[in-house]
């Protein structure tokens, strides 16, 4: 499984997608990390089980990444990093 890796602004976005057992689905994932600074650590928050489903790891892992990036860009309440 391949996984696209992509700083954009203060955060670190890692997205791949995972085959469903006994289906031809692939599910997105995705985790965020916010990169270490001077006043703080870096942390990592993952989002398990994203919908939609996808017919082709490259769709579910695209739409992982855009989500990773309006997430950050609208600073999103769902992201606590």
Partial sequence: ??????????YLIEASAFQLPGENKWQPRLTMTRLRCATTLSRSQTF???TPLFDSAKGATHYAVDL??????EESPKLRV
């Fill in 1 to 10: 499984m391949a996984i696209h890796r992509e700083e954009h602004g203060p």
């Fill in 48 to 50: 398990p089980g994203l």
């Fill in 68 to 73: 990773g990036k309006r997430m950050a860009d």
